[in-house]
């Protein structure tokens, strides 16, 4: 089993619609949790940083993390053709020891 | 303006040949990283590096090697040895461990 599992997708889903993604984890240690975007051909960008539990909200997008199911989730309002991408979540342990792990990717498309 | 510079952007390798691929950032950050992306796939660790004149082997490390001279700079070569190479290679890097990682705009290797 993967410490971090994200679906692959393809999600696809019409402009302005409210898009939830998804990861899920096994290693409790897990503090700091982290959401990427990854435009096609380009590196990775960070879009959300949190620690521990709660909720991190950003313009359009809000961060959730829910540690006593070992869940986090992405949410994106108003969804725009812009947003179509690739959303990679990551995480780590407290200790500055500890790597990064990146859960594997969900496509996302934005129909006009 | 501060970031990660990754070059070329493409790369086209004959058979036994080596290629190095080029990292630089000017975020005075420590640790530096090599990842491969295979299309619709997440990223898997080559090596990785902390410091300088030190480094360690990451999830696929067999065909790659790397160097670590200077604290801006991490290149990776892709030796002859690696027997399937075409991949998007994804240069990071961090401050610690466990935080978020910035990425460059990645190269994209072929096989001619």
């Known amino acids: 089993q993967k410490e971090v599992e994200q679906d692959p997708g393809p999600l696809s889903v019409p402009e302005g619609a409210i898009v939830s993604l998804n990861c899920t984890y096994s290693n409790s240690a897990f503090q700091y949790f982290m959401w990427y975007r990854q435009y096609s051909r380009k590196g990775p960008e960070l879009l959300m940083y949190t620690y521990s539990s709660g909720n991190k909200e950003d313009g359009r997008f809000t961060a959730q993390v829910d540690k006593s199911s070992k869940y986090i989730s992405l949410f994106i309002r108003d969804s725009q053709p812009s947003d179509s991408a690739t959303y990679l979540c990551a995480m780590s342990e407290k200790s500055s020891a500890s790597k990064i792990i990146f859960g594997s990717g969900t496509r996302l498309s934005i129909r006009p | 303006d501060g970031g990660i510079t990754q070059s070329p952007k493409y790369l086209f390798r004959k058979e036994g040949q080596n290629v190095t691929l080029s990292c630089e950032q000017n975020?005075?950050?420590?640790?530096m990283y090599w990842y491969r992306q295979d299309p619709g796939q997440g990223l898997r660790l080559i090596y990785y590096s902390q410091i300088v004149n030190d480094f360690q082997k990451g999830d696929i490390a067999e065909g790659y090697s790397v160097s670590r001279e200077k604290k801006e700079s991490f290149p990776l070569t892709v030796t002859s040895a690696q027997k399937n190479p075409t991949a998007f290679y994804l240069c990071a890097s961090n401050g610690q461990l466990n935080q978020p990682q910035h990425f460059g705009d990645g190269t994209r290797l072929s096989i001619l």
């Open positions: 975020l005075n950050h420590d640790a």
